[in-house]
């Protein structure tokens, strides 16, 4: 069955929800303000490392957005969404990413977008930390009011690479007090899943050397995992797109993981392959949309993009 029917059958079976007062903490502490479209409630600017006050460059950037639907947000599944720019730049608020966040939310998801702290004013593994403590504000003010729902992890590019390390080194989730089988699964786009070029600048390795140290999704591999769902572009970054089917081919064929699945869109290129996710009907935004709504992974497929 394609990937258009089964987001078709899902919808018209999708039973409306009764809707609840969410986020009565994080609102205390927040913006509120209405997106364009009067399906979504924005919720900007919330900070989850409070911890850290007397770091001004922490107070700036770790703070979130929550993005909501208006209606009906009873048990809506959440996704957590990093954004892409290099571990050095990009934000939040960024075009493509809001379009995201927004797309999402408009179809029942609620969507957490962080900002974390970006190198070189911090180094590996900062940013890691700051995500992990993302993904633990959600468990514990945003998911807990949705009776606990379930919480997905995903992110493009830079924020694929930190969705894949937070997804295969456990320790930073743990360090930050969450337990992976809570986890519902991660969608990593367009990710590196060898040491990041940013992280080996940051160790004076010049690219084009290609490392796969402890910060490399790939050096982790191992048999349990949450179901991870990489999607690609067929015409991604050189190597971008081979480096992930090397990924998925070594958790299953060396550490016997079948928990996870690639799909890749044939003619997306890295960015055009996020552009496509922010239209309900792009067959990546189905996939994802799917794997959050079912919490099954998809088959592997190369999708043409026609």
């Not at 208006?70 to 571990?87: C, E, M, R, T």
């Not at 969507?111 to 940013?127: A, E, G, I, K």
């Not at 290609?210 to 769902?229: F, G, Q």
């Amino acid at each position: 069955m394609s990937y258009t029917m089964r987001f078709l059958m899902f919808f018209i079976s999708f039973r409306v929800m009764r809707p609840s007062v969410l986020f009565a903490t994080t609102l205390a502490v927040s913006t509120a303000c209405f997106a364009q479209e009067s399906e979504i409630q924005i919720n900007a600017n919330v900070p989850y490392r409070p911890e850290l006050a007397d770091d001004a460059y922490a107070q700036e950037f770790c703070k979130l957005d929550i993005y909501q639907p208006a209606k009906d947000v009873s048990n809506a599944p959440i996704l957590i969404w990093f954004h892409g720019g290099g571990l050095e730049g990009g934000s939040k608020t960024s075009g493509l990413t809001k379009k995201l966040a927004e797309s999402f939310a408009a179809q029942g998801v609620i969507v957490v977008v962080p900002d974390y702290r970006l190198s070189p004013n911090v180094t590996f593994p900062t940013y890691l930390e700051d995500a992990a403590r993302v993904v633990s504000y959600t468990q514990t003010y945003i998911a807990s009011s949705q009776n606990g729902a379930d919480v997905f992890v995903g992110g493009h590019s830079a924020g694929g690479y930190i969705v894949s390390l937070l997804a295969m080194d456990l320790h930073y989730l743990k360090d930050a007090g969450v337990d992976e089988t809570t986890l519902a699964g991660f969608i990593p786009v367009s990710g590196q899943v060898m040491t990041h070029f940013t992280v080996a600048k940051e160790k004076g390795i010049a690219r084009p050397a290609i490392i796969a140290d402890e910060a490399a999704p790939i050096y982790h591999i191992r048999k349990e995992t949450a179901p991870i769902l990489v999607i690609m572009g067929g015409d991604d970054w050189p190597a971008r797109l081979e480096e992930n089917r090397y990924y998925v081919a070594v958790m299953r064929k060396v550490a016997e993981n079948n928990s996870i699945a690639l799909v890749e869109v044939d003619d997306r290129t890295h960015s055009s392959i996020l552009k496509g996710l922010s239209s309900p009907d792009d067959p990546a935004a189905i996939a994802a949309l799917s794997f959050i709504r079912t919490k099954k992974l998809p088959p592997d497929e190369i999708i043409e993009n026609n």
